[in-house]
């Protein structure tokens, strides 16, 4: 078995014990990634020789018998919205294109405090907005399994350099669906942690009431594992929450004993594919013959959900992208060229005898805040803030960010009422497998019903993991989602281990290279 099939707690136990090196096992992935990266797009940037050198570190601590944390050595992908010092962050943006943060998020320094060693940087749907990694104005990362399709997104890039073995591990993060849906799509586990248990600090916002930051991996246990790496409070994010951090790489491989799982009935009704609902519906019946009991169950108001996550997140969206003028942040366009329109503009205007049209013309400062932010902004981010800022404005503000505030507040009741009957819900995590890329660039509606599984658990702010449950006919992956309350990380990753340890789905790897 090569270097890059191996587990990331294979890896870290190799390297503890001397049969391998941080440095050789970097090495080995830096290798994948220059034969195989050309044709998936997984990363935006990767820093060889930082790679490399992070790796030595953490081989000549082991070596003088320090402690490395609990990743010890095991290289890591990043997705381009958490800030490295030093390194590029650009959100997949042209808006951030020449950013290099003089910070490290707190998800960054703990993973190197933990013996991380970070890649690079993976790819992404500018600023997280959208659901499959068509929307970055750098590349288009495409599927591992089917190199005609998406990855999903916004975390495509997180998704598919595990499932490319050109990562054991990644971090994506997850504002609708946006770790689960490509980890569903490219056939690996991906976990969305509550709201607040891991820290935000030094995360370029997208939606500030519902961005969480998870793990990419192959298996349930390398999840935990990072999980555990990154969890934890953070004073520097007013929204992390004061709470323990149990050991979860410890306690994942024990199966919880008679657990009571509830299907919605609203997430098998039109519009999912009967293979997906096949896959899932064999899912269920191996928790059964684990003992677990299965009862359908209602979640009333999750038909909104979609609705309400398009008002709340493009409204924040608006007001965290409004930093991005030009003047403060951001691109900014070419004012010279700026200068000279506007001149050109003005010698027209006046030869036509256009006076007021003179006068009404921009001012060069307002001119260079508009043209930034239109060079700057790809299609979907300009057309999610308009959303954002349509919902916010005076006289709709009640009509829709109101009302969506409204609906989220029954959303979270209706999980609430579920969990006094059952520990966790079951079903798929989107309504289809893997689209071929160009099939919703033209119908945003469509792509934003990708979500239809996974935003009601952002709206609550509970905790949710997808894990591979098969393939269709053709060899797409199919996801089977797990939904548990609010910091019930231990007892979810549990639950989804004992699927894991009936069924090998998360063992296939696709053919590359």
């Given at each position: 078995?090569?270097?890059?099939q191996?587990?990331?707690?294979e890896?870290?136990?190799?390297?503890?014990d001397?049969k391998?090196?941080s440095?050789?096992?970097?090495?080995?992935?830096?290798?994948?990634?220059?034969?195989c990266?050309?044709?998936?797009?997984?990363?935006?940037?990767?820093?060889?020789?930082?790679?490399?050198?992070?790796a030595?570190?953490?081989?000549?601590?082991?070596a003088?018998g320090?402690?490395?944390g609990c990743?010890g050595?095991?290289?890591i992908?990043i997705?381009?919205?958490?800030?490295?010092?030093?390194?590029?962050?650009t959100?997949a943006?042209?808006?951030?294109?020449e950013?290099?943060?003089?910070?490290?998020a707190?998800v960054?320094?703990?993973?190197?405090a933990?013996?991380?060693?970070?890649?690079g940087?993976?790819?992404?749907?500018?600023f997280?907005?959208?659901g499959?990694?068509?929307?970055s104005?750098?590349?288009?990362?495409?599927?591992?399994?089917?190199?005609?399709?998406?990855?999903?997104?916004?975390?495509?890039g997180?998704a598919?350099?595990v499932?490319g073995?050109?990562?054991?591990?990644?971090?994506?993060?997850?504002?609708g669906?946006?770790?689960?849906?490509?980890a569903?799509?490219?056939?690996?586990?991906?976990l969305?942690?509550?709201?607040?248990?891991?820290s935000?600090y030094?995360?370029?916002?997208?939606?500030?009431?519902?961005?969480?930051i998870?793990p990419?991996?192959?298996?349930?246990p390398?999840?935990?594992?990072?999980l555990?790496?990154?969890?934890?409070?953070?004073?520097?994010?007013?929204?992390?929450?004061?709470?323990?951090?149990?050991?979860y790489?410890?306690?994942?491989?024990?199966p919880l004993?008679?657990?009571?799982?509830?299907?919605?009935?609203e997430?098998f009704?039109a519009?999912?594919?009967?293979?997906?609902?096949?896959?899932?519906?064999?899912a269920?019946d191996?928790?059964?013959s684990?003992?677990?009991?299965i009862?359908?169950i209602?979640?009333?108001?999750?038909?909104?959900a979609?609705?309400?996550?398009?008002?709340?997140?493009?409204?924040?969206?608006?007001?965290?992208?409004a930093?991005?003028d030009?003047a403060?942040?951001?691109?900014?366009t070419d004012?010279?060229?700026?200068?000279?329109?506007?001149?050109?503009?003005?010698?027209?205007?006046?030869?036509a005898?256009?006076?007021?049209?003179?006068?009404?013309?921009?001012?060069?400062?307002i001119?260079?805040y508009?043209k930034?932010r239109?060079?700057?902004?790809?299609?979907?981010?300009?057309?999610r803030i308009?959303?954002?800022?349509?919902?916010l404005?005076?006289g709709?503000?009640?009509?829709?960010?109101?009302?969506a505030?409204?609906?989220r507040?029954?959303?979270?009741?209706d999980?609430?009422?579920?969990?006094?009957n059952v520990?966790?819900?079951?079903?798929?995590?989107?309504?289809?497998?893997?689209?071929?890329?160009?099939?919703?660039?033209?119908d945003?509606?469509?792509?934003y019903?990708?979500?239809?599984?996974?935003a009601?658990?952002?709206l609550?702010?509970?905790?949710?993991?997808s894990?591979p449950?098969?393939?269709?006919a053709?060899?797409?992956?199919?996801?089977l989602?797990?939904?548990?309350?609010?910091?019930?990380?231990?007892r979810l990753l549990?639950?989804?281990?004992?699927f894991q340890?009936?069924?090998?789905?998360?063992?296939?790897r696709?053919?590359?290279?």
């Open positions: 078995m090569s270097i890059t191996l587990s990331a707690l890896l870290r136990d190799h390297i503890a001397g391998l090196t440095e050789a096992a970097t090495q080995a992935y830096l290798d994948r990634i220059e034969a990266d050309r044709e998936i797009k997984s990363y935006i940037e990767v820093d060889a020789d930082d790679a490399l050198q992070q030595r570190e953490v081989d000549q601590r082991l003088a320090d402690s490395v990743l050595g095991v290289p992908a997705k381009d919205l958490l800030c490295t010092r030093g390194q590029v962050t959100c943006s042209r808006m951030l294109q950013y290099r943060p003089p910070y490290n707190t960054v320094e703990k993973v190197k933990a013996g991380g060693v970070l890649l940087k993976t790819n992404m749907d500018e997280a907005m959208g499959s990694t068509e929307n104005s750098i590349q288009l990362t495409r599927n591992p399994w089917d190199l005609s399709r998406v990855p999903g997104g916004s975390s495509g997180a598919a350099c499932a073995g050109m990562a054991p591990l990644s971090i994506g993060t997850d504002t669906g946006s770790i689960r849906q490509p569903a799509f490219c056939g690996v586990v991906g969305k942690p509550t709201y607040g248990r891991v935000r030094g995360l370029v916002a997208f939606a500030s009431s519902l961005d969480q998870g990419l991996a192959w298996s349930v390398d999840a935990a594992l990072l555990e790496a990154i969890a934890g409070h953070d004073p520097q994010d007013s929204t992390s929450a004061p709470k323990p951090v149990p050991q790489s410890e306690t994942v491989d024990q004993k008679g657990i009571r799982l509830g299907y919605p009935r997430h009704e519009g999912l594919n009967p293979e997906v609902a096949e896959k899932v519906q064999a269920m191996v928790y059964r684990l003992g677990a009991s009862t359908e209602s979640l009333p108001h999750s038909k909104y979609i609705a309400a996550y398009y008002i709340i997140a493009p409204s924040e969206a608006s007001s965290n992208l930093r991005y030009g403060h942040y951001g691109y900014r004012e010279q060229q700026l200068l000279r329109e506007l001149k050109e503009e003005r010698k027209t205007l006046e030869a005898g256009k006076y007021d049209a003179v006068d009404d013309l921009d001012s060069p400062l001119r260079m508009r930034s239109a060079e700057g902004f790809g299609s979907e981010v300009k057309r308009m959303i954002g800022t349509y919902a404005s005076s709709y503000y009640d009509a829709y960010y109101l009302k505030l409204k609906v507040r029954l959303i979270r009741s999980f609430d009422r579920v969990f006094e520990d966790f819900v079951i079903g798929p995590v989107t309504p289809d497998v893997a689209f071929p890329i160009g099939a919703m660039t033209d945003p509606l469509s792509l019903l990708q979500d239809l599984y996974t009601g658990a952002n609550a702010g509970i905790t949710s993991i894990v449950c098969g393939a269709t053709s060899g797409l992956p199919v996801g989602q797990l939904q548990a309350p609010a910091f019930e990380e231990e549990r639950a989804a281990n004992m340890a009936e069924t090998d789905w998360h063992t296939r696709p053919t590359l290279g």
